[in-house]
């Protein structure tokens, strides 16, 4: 049986814990997918949805754990590079 992941109250302290400790006797069954910014955002768009479908996204936002306005760009990255979310 894995040992479970310590807690950690700094960022520093987990930094620490990655950088010495062998992850391969840890239970990593809990973890979560992060997603992050690091692009620049420089342009602003405004549409117009039915609000039926705003409902629908806002939803799915909520259950992929993001604000909607990410969920509708990551949907667009997906669908202009032909990938699957």
Do not use: W
Not at 1 to 17: L, Y
Not at 49 to 59: K, Q, W, Y
């Amino acid at each position: 049986m894995k040992k479970p992941i310590p807690s950690f109250n700094t960022d520093q302290e987990a930094e620490d814990f990655v950088a010495t400790g062998d992850l391969t006797e840890y239970d990593l069954s809990g973890g979560q997918m992060v997603h992050f910014e690091l692009r620049p955002k420089d342009k602003t768009v405004n549409l117009r949805l039915p609000e039926a479908l705003l409902t629908a996204v806002r939803r799915q936002a909520e259950k992929a754990g993001m604000p909607y306005q990410r969920y509708i760009r990551i949907a667009l990255e997906h669908a202009v590079s032909g990938s699957k979310p």
